[in-house]
């Protein structure tokens, strides 16, 4: 019989809500100074800078077109992952449930982006001297900790569960 736990779903949902908003609350920053200063190049360490530009394309950059078309192709292929997340939440148990729910989390927070603004601002820049990491940002920063978080899970804990039973 299938029991509904509702203190583990509020517990999800806040996770997720407080993910969504430490992303949103640093994005309205970062476009609220661009406002003000028409740029956003703020240097804080040799290593850390905030640098905003906009990103059409999925991670780090990686497949951005143009093209409004394929934008919207990307842009679906996207919300159809977060729905398949979000079932793998719901049919997952401790470690590996959280880990998804911080993926899900910055999802939701990339993919809110996309669909307001037809792009996502990104501006934490990462650097050594003068080789420059992508530019990043929260929600990025919660997906793939979530997704390192997986392949641990995946080789240790998985791993050692396979050990057991065999």
């Not at 530009?53 to 977060?82: D, H, K, Q």
């Not at 037809?118 to 003068?130: G, K, M, Q, R, W």
Request: aromatic share 18%.
């Amino acid at each position: 019989m299938f029991k509904i736990n509702f203190k583990t779903i509020s517990l999800n949902f806040v996770i997720i809500l407080v993910i969504f908003l430490i992303d949103r609350v640093t994005k309205i920053y970062i476009l609220k100074i661009a406002e003000l200063q028409n740029t956003v190049d703020i240097y804080l360490t040799s290593y850390l800078n905030f640098y905003l530009i906009w990103n059409e394309g999925i991670a780090f950059g990686l497949l951005s077109f143009n093209e409004s078309f394929i934008y919207n192709i990307i842009t679906s292929i996207i919300v159809i992952i977060t729905i398949i997340v979000l079932v793998m939440i719901a049919n997952s148990k401790g470690f590996k449930k959280y880990s998804l729910i911080f993926v899900f989390g910055g999802s939701i927070g990339n993919l809110f982006d996309r669909i307001y603004y037809s792009a996502v601002p990104d501006f934490i820049d990462f650097h050594i001297n003068d080789f420059h990491w992508f530019v990043f940002n929260v929600a990025d920063i919660f997906i793939t900790l979530g997704i390192i978080c997986l392949i641990f899970d995946e080789i240790f804990i998985n791993n050692k569960k396979n050990e057991t039973i065999a």
